[in-house]
């Protein structure tokens, strides 16, 4: 089946730059997603990037995507203490309508002042 | 945006009896919901999909009989965690899908 990994933890300064990665198995995937959760809540999404695109940017995010490589990584500029959360990558597949989403395993972000 | 509201946020239960979850999509029919089971410091894991009019199709390892989903219409979803044990502690998460998957804030159940 999907596997879909991230490194559980990641920490930067206030300021600083984040990059958040995440690898996936699936060739057939189509749609990326990031998503963020904060302490009791549900998931918010971030953005997302269609698997025929290398590069997506929405304000402080860029996301890149490595078909090759299947990888995708979040860089999130100018890191503040309230984008502490858990991140999640996600992938959907065309055979699914886009509609079941695989989540990796989450990558817990602290910014510390 | 569309909201998915889930009710409760969170609720005690007592070992043996079952509680009902409720997802709804506030401003769009859905006619297919997702639940997922999230562990702490975990990944969500998706328990089955709900279909409206239709029965739920679960994934592989999750107990049909004990984790009963009904869509009863296109903005509906109820999940009931029947006769909960200690074990079915965790945090459940609907979603339901326009354009874009949208989630529930959750519900934490806690079996006592």
Redesign the interface.
């Given at each position: 089946g999907e596997d879909v990994e991230q490194s559980l933890f990641l920490s930067v300064r206030e300021g600083d730059s984040s990059v958040i990665n995440c690898t996936y198995t699936d060739s057939s995937s189509t749609y990326l997603?990031w998503?963020k959760q904060e302490p009791?809540?549900?998931?918010?999404?971030l953005t997302?990037i269609f698997s025929n695109m290398d590069m997506k940017q929405d304000q402080r995010l860029t996301v890149l995507l490595n078909k090759k490589d299947k990888h995708l990584s979040l860089r999130i500029a100018d890191t503040q203490t309230g984008d502490s959360a858990i991140y999640?990558c996600a992938e959907t597949e065309l055979n699914t309508g886009?509609?079941?989403?695989?989540?990796?395993?989450?990558t817990?972000l602290l910014v510390s002042p | 945006g569309a909201v998915v509201s889930q009710h409760p946020s969170w609720v005690i239960c007592k070992s043996g009896t079952s509680v009902k979850i409720e997802c709804r999509s506030l401003d769009f029919q859905a006619t297919t919901m997702f639940w997922y089971r999230q562990f702490p410091k975990q990944s969500l894991m998706l328990m089955a999909t709900s279909n409206e009019g239709s029965k739920a199709t679960y994934e592989q390892g999750v107990e049909k009989d004990k984790f009963l989903i009904n869509h009863a219409s296109l903005t509906l979803s109820t999940l009931t965690v029947t006769s909960a044990h200690p074990e079915d502690s965790s945090f459940y998460i609907c979603s339901a899908t326009r354009t874009e998957a949208f989630f529930g804030q959750g519900t934490r159940l806690t079996v006592v």
């Open positions: 997603y998503y009791g809540a549900g998931l918010q999404l997302y999640f886009f509609q079941k989403l695989v989540f990796g395993t989450g817990r | -």
